[in-house]
């Protein structure tokens, strides 16, 4: 029976959080270039890319490295899909779902070992009725944020189980880290501090009075935690160094001026308890058309656990390591919506690296997730099953009533493939000038859409044979009667190689608009442009690739030591 009550409280949730997504129509939002992304990560897998990093039809045709910089994991996902034939609009809308469902799951099992299982429901329901999940999946149309929104709880889930020593701990931390990193790299930098903060004060709530145990186990606990975040980045670093290291060679810079600028998009506390909804963006002030509201019964299971805190610690005397490790949580909530808060300014003055996240109240998919653990901390505080039964089922009801209608679309588009497609020669035209962002700093500011291939000098004869014409890869025979300059219109990038006749050669970024110029000599010759690796690149990927066996090692060992630890503590 609570099996079946479960699953349908689950399926309600799921319900209300994506009935928009089970409609025939689709929607618009901010971000609407999700359908070519999929359809460029396809590309760029089938023309043997591993791993994609250049779309050949992004950047107005002459390509750019866009997997180089936007995270790849949801795109690699909706690419799958895709290649089963699926349509482009199901595909989104999966990847929608798969994010909601992700969510609910991760939160409740971090939540049930958290509070139990009352108290993790409330987690659960507050953190995936988060009105600002609604903001990333029907306003802003951020995919990649929702995807990272839904690994957060899995991570949390993940260090808890390892300070635990629960045998999969280790896989869920790791496979949590690695959906956000290869998710959303903004939400990383955010996120990764904060869950650091968030293993150590949970370390230090389990020590429980009456119980010995080793310094050494316990430093252990940490040290696994640790490797699990070193093991993270490592089998990431094919995307993680390259984004970092290489973005200087692209027009990213464009992306943190003006309108873009952090210093624009500061809030103000009130709109944390300002229920007014938009579709609009975001702007200077508090007047702005979109919402950061923290939701009604959200705030109400806040106030519900200072309540409940606060008689908990009249009732026991003392500040136990389970208040403490509360107000922990607190301390966190309150320092991730500080940063989304003008006062905050003189922080992301200080920092650079903070001032790529443009928009400060992107922190709150990280007050979002806190602020749902402090609802369920409130209601597992309360003295009597009973009692947390009732507040609890109180508590979930409200935020359904009160959030559920956040959760759906301003308009459904008549025909979704105005804005939502895969063909190569619209995505050249149409979608190029919404995402310009990772265009090559070589190429011109003024960019036609490309129509051929390749140019040769006026006068010549275009002798010229095309044998391979991949996203990454182009050969070609030529047959000049005299030396000439083969103009092949590709965006030039660190990495492009020339090859004529297997021999390499160098090139140029001087043609039409900063295309690869190569001088070809007359006769009949081979001409290979391909991508290849540059150092950073080269490094990042044996780096990746060095730690496949050593997950498999780490985990083996983990488990052994877990299952060491359970035999000794039975003793």
């Known amino acids: 029976m609570k099996t079946l009550l479960f699953s349908l409280s689950a399926a309600l949730l799921i319900l209300a959080t994506s009935w928009a997504l089970l409609q025939p129509s689709f929607f618009h939002v901010h971000d609407y270039t999700h359908a070519a992304r999929v359809a460029e990560m396809l590309r760029g897998l089938q023309d043997g890319q591993l791993p994609v990093r250049w779309s050949a039809n992004l950047g107005y045709g002459y390509g750019m490295p866009l997997f180089e910089f936007y995270a790849p994991l949801p795109f690699v996902v909706g690419a799958a899909l895709l290649w089963l ?172 001026s003006g309108y873009f600028s952090y210093q624009n998009h500061f809030l103000y506390i009130r709109q944390f308890f300002n229920p007014k909804w938009g579709y609009g963006g975001s702007a200077w002030g508090p007047n702005d058309d979109m919402s950061y509201f923290l939701g009604y019964g959200q705030l109400i299971a806040l106030g519900l656990f200072v309540l409940s805190w606060l008689l908990t610690l009249l009732r026991q005397k003392r500040l136990t390591a389970q208040l403490s490790f509360y107000v922990s949580l607190v301390i966190l909530m309150a320092a991730s919506a500080f940063m989304t808060l003008l006062r905050s300014k003189f922080i992301w003055d200080a920092v650079p690296l903070l001032q790529t996240i443009q928009f400060p109240w992107r922190w709150l998919s990280v007050v979002s997730l806190l602020a749902a653990l402090l609802a369920g901390a409130g209601v597992a505080l309360l003295p009597r099953k009973l009692l947390r039964i009732g507040a609890g089922s109180i508590l979930v009801v409200l935020m359904v009533l009160t959030s559920w209608n956040y959760f759906r679309p301003e308009k459904y588009l008549d025909t979704p493939d105005s804005i939502y497609y895969t063909d190569p020669d619209r995505i050249r035209a149409e979608m190029s000038p919404v995402l310009p962002d990772y265009i090559p700093r070589t190429m011109s500011d003024q960019l036609e859409v490309r129509k051929e291939l390749f140019l040769v000098p006026a006068g010549t004869e275009k002798q010229v044979e095309v044998v391979v014409d991949r996203s990454s890869e182009k050969l070609f025979k030529t047959t000049f009667l005299s030396d000439i300059a083969l103009n092949v219109l590709i965006a030039d990038y660190p990495g492009w190689t020339v090859q004529i006749d297997g021999q390499p050669t160098e090139h140029t970024a001087k043609g039409q608009f900063g295309t690869i110029l190569i001088d070809v000599p007359g006769g009949e010759h081979w001409v290979s442009v391909y991508l290849g690796s540059t150092p950073v690149r080269m490094i990042s990927d044996s780096i990746s690739l060095l730690s496949l066996p050593i997950l498999f090692g780490v985990a083996t060992y983990a488990s052994l030591s877990g299952h060491r630890a359970r035999r000794s503590s039975r003793d």
């Open 85 to 256: 034939r699926l349509d482009i609009v199901l595909v989104l809308k999966l990847l929608y779902l798969l994010s909601n469902v992700g969510t609910l799951l991760g939160a409740y099992l971090l939540g049930k070992r958290l509070f139990g299982k009352t108290g993790g429901w409330v987690s659960a329901t507050a953190y995936t009725l988060a009105p600002y999940r609604a903001v990333n999946l029907y306003v802003r149309g951020a995919l990649s944020e929702a995807w990272a929104m839904m690994a957060l709880p899995w991570v949390l889930l993940g260090i808890v189980m390892v300070i635990r020593k629960e045998r999969a701990g280790l896989w869920i931390f790791l496979g949590g880290l690695l959906t956000l990193f290869l998710s959303h790299n903004l939400t990383t930098l955010m996120f990764v501090p904060i869950s650091g903060v968030f293993a150590v004060c949970y370390w230090l709530s389990q020590r429980r009075s009456g119980q010995k145990r080793q310094l050494q186990m316990r430093l252990n606990e940490l040290l696994n935690i640790l490797a699990g975040y070193l093991l993270a980045v490592c089998l990431s670093a094919f995307y993680i160094f390259p984004a970092l290291l290489e973005n200087q060679f692209t027009k990213i810079y464009t992306i943190f």
